[in-house]
Nanobody
Framework: QVQLVQSGGGLVQAGGSLRLSCATS????????MGWFRQAPGKEREFVAA????????SYADSVKGRFTISRDNAKNTLNLQMDSLKPEDTAVYYC???????????????????WGQGTQVTVSS
């Protein structure tokens, strides 16, 4: 059974940093695209960042570009999201996702993802 278990997140002041992690089990995701999405209260879930299976090709939403960094440790089956210079508008529940088919490009479309983590709350105070 495939599982994505998230950790990290919490409450931080504007300008601070947080790191999210997503540990996968049940299969090896080293060749499969993975990504992060977020959902703020009253809004739809939106793309944040994604990486191809190799971890070399990455994509970011314009709103987080230059502040967030996605990375993956394929040896540990872990996906990370380093969030720096956080803003109050980054407040949301963050979800990691994984695609079940191999891919060489990062996917920013939510409907392409097959597996999801449980979600982690990130709150940025002003």
């Amino acid at each position: 059974q495939v599982q994505l278990v998230q950790s990290g997140g919490g409450l931080v002041q504007a300008g601070g940093s947080l790191r999210l992690s997503c540990a996968t089990s049940g299969r090896t995701f080293s060749s499969y695209p993975m990504g992060w999405f977020r959902q703020a209260p009253g809004k739809e879930r939106e793309f944040v960042a994604a990486t191809a299976g190799s971890g070399i090709n990455k994509s970011y939403a314009d709103s987080v570009k230059g502040r967030f960094t996605i990375s993956r440790d394929n040896a540990k089956n872990t996906l990370n999201l380093q969030m720096d210079s956080l803003k109050p508008e980054d407040t949301a529940v963050y979800y990691c996702g994984a695609v079940k088919n191999k891919g060489f490009i990062p996917y920013s479309t939510m409907s392409l993802y097959d597996y999801w983590g449980q979600g982690t709350q990130v709150t940025v105070s002003s």
